[in-house]
């Protein structure tokens, strides 16, 4: 039985960017605060560039 996605390939999906939708103050304060909830510097550090790129393409100076 095909469920219908037998033939999908990972380079077929579109990439997801967060900070698209990262658009609100408590949009963006809520992704930080799980980011800061892993205490892993690395995660933190990305979700904080991920929230720069967010401020730059939506226009939210923060």
Do not use: C, W, Y
């Not at 579109?14 to 408590?26: G, R």
């Not at 990305?46 to 393409?57: D, G, L, N, S, T």
């Amino acid at each position: 039985m095909s469920n219908g996605f037998d033939h999908i390939m990972v380079a077929d999906l579109p990439e997801f960017d967060a900070a698209q939708h990262l658009t609100t103050d408590k949009a963006i304060a809520v992704f930080l605060a799980d980011a800061e909830e892993t205490d892993d510097a690395e995660f933190i550090t990305h979700a904080r560039e991920v929230v720069e790129r967010a401020r730059i393409i939506n226009n939210h100076s923060g």
